[in-house]
T-cell receptor, first 109, second 116 residues
Framework: RKEVEQDPGPFNVPEGATVAFNCTYS??????FFWYRQDCRKEPKLLMS???SGNEDGRFTAQLNRASQYISLLIRDSKLSDSATYLC??????????FGGGTRVLVKP | GAGVSQSPRYKVAKRGQDVALRCDPI?????LFWYQQALGQGPEFLTY????????KSGLPSDRFFAERPEGSVSTLKIQRTQQEDSAVYLC??????????????FGPGTRLTVT
């Protein structure tokens, strides 16, 4: 079983709609959580950190459920430019990041 | 300012050849990481440096993989006797030790290695 698991998708989303997806992690000692975005054939870039109380950044909302060990990302009012792969990332003690396999989102007109 | 740069961007190697991949981190970044990303997968951790010290090499898949950062800035990932399963994108990332409220690793564009 992988340490961080994500639905690979793709999630086909009409422009303007809301889409949400989760990831689960197996290491209960995980301390920090992030969503990274990766465009096709490009490097990953940090989208947002995920805090225990949940947090919002514009149209993006992230939630963390430590008891069930899952993280979610919700995108409101989807734009064509939101089409990308979203990588769920977890950090335990130490410095290495553990990535999920990514969830592909395709926003269509 | 300049981001993380990697060279070469593309490398084709014949099976059995040795390759060397270079990473130039963001100036002043203490931490440097190497990841391997296979097609359709997320990046997998290979190794981590803090300055010139290699603090974690638990992700290196075999003793054919070797990384160094002798002066605490530029790093080189070397793969000896390449095999077809080494074909992947090799990503380098750098970060300050710790930033307020987030721990951001900045990634380079990667080196796409194809072993034929």
């Amino acid at each position: 079983r992988k340490e961080v698991e994500q639905d690979p998708g793709p999630f086909n989303v009409p422009e303007g709609a809301t889409v949400a997806f989760n990831c689960t992690y197996s290491n209960s000692a995980s301390q920090s959580f992030f969503w990274y975005r990766q465009d096709c054939r490009k490097e990953p870039k940090l989208l947002m950190s995920v805090y225990s109380s949940g947090n919002e950044d514009g149209r993006f909302t992230a939630q963390l459920n430590r008891a069930s060990q899952y993280i979610s990302l919700l995108i409101r009012d989807s734009k064509l430019s939101d089409s990308a792969t979203y990588l769920c990332v977890v950090k335990a003690a130490g410095n290495k990041l553990t990535f999920g396999g990514g969830t592909r989102v395709l926003v269509k007109p | 300012g300049a981001g993380v740069s990697q060279s070469p961007r593309y490398k084709v190697a014949k099976r059995g050849q040795d390759v060397a991949l270079r990473c130039d981190p963001i100036s002043g970044h203490v931490s440097l990481f190497w990841y391997q990303q296979a097609l359709g997968q997320g990046p997998e951790f290979l190794t981590y440096f803090q300055n010139e010290a290699q603090l974690d090499k638990s992700g290196l898949p075999s003793d054919r993989f070797f990384a160094e950062r002798p002066e605490g800035s530029v790093s080189t990932l070397k793969i000896q006797r390449t095999q077809q399963e080494d074909s992947a994108v090799y990503l380098c990332a750098s970060s300050l030790l710790r930033q307020a409220r987030s721990y951001e690793q900045y990634f380079g564009p990667g080196t796409r290695l194809t072993v034929t």
